[in-house]
């Protein structure tokens, strides 16, 4: 069973910086395409950051995109999500999932994609 565990929230002024990390067990993440998602209270979780399982392509949500940086290390098993000049938009629980996937090219955007998700981390940005 893949689990996934989420690190590096907190709470920072607008302007600041944080650096996610995920840590994946339980299977080899080089075989997963990765993803971050967010979800703020009552509101639909939605789509953050994703990265191929060769780690070759990425693609962002248009209101992060030039401020977040999605990377991994899969030979340390982890993927990490680089967040700089927050903004209080940017508060929310983050999360990150696995999507297998058989090619090292590939990038999942959407929710049902994924198969494995972690229980979340808090990243809170006062103004």
């Known amino acids: 069973q893949v689990q996934l565990v989420e690190s590096g929230g907190g709470l920072v002024q607008a302007g600041g910086s944080l650096r996610l990390s995920c840590a994946v067990s339980?299977?080899?993440?080089?075989?997963?395409?990765m993803g971050w998602f967010r979800q703020t209270p009552g509101q639909e979780r939605e789509f953050v950051a994703t990265?191929?399982?060769?780690?070759?392509?990425?693609y962002y949500a248009s209101t992060v995109k030039g401020r977040f940086t999605i990377s991994r290390d899969n030979a340390a098993n982890t993927v990490f999500l680089q967040m700089n000049s927050l903004n209080a938009e940017d508060t929310a629980v983050y999360y990150c999932?696995?999507?297998?996937?058989?090619?090292?090219?590939?990038?999942?955007?959407?929710?049902?994609?994924?198969?494995?998700w972690g229980q979340g981390t808090q990243v809170t940005v006062s103004s």
């Open positions: 999932a696995a999507a297998p996937k058989l090619d090292p090219f590939s990038t999942v955007v959407s929710i049902p994609g994924y198969s494995f």
């Open positions: 339980g299977d080899r993440l080089s075989t997963y395409c």
């Open positions: 990265i191929s399982s060769g780690g070759g392509n990425t």
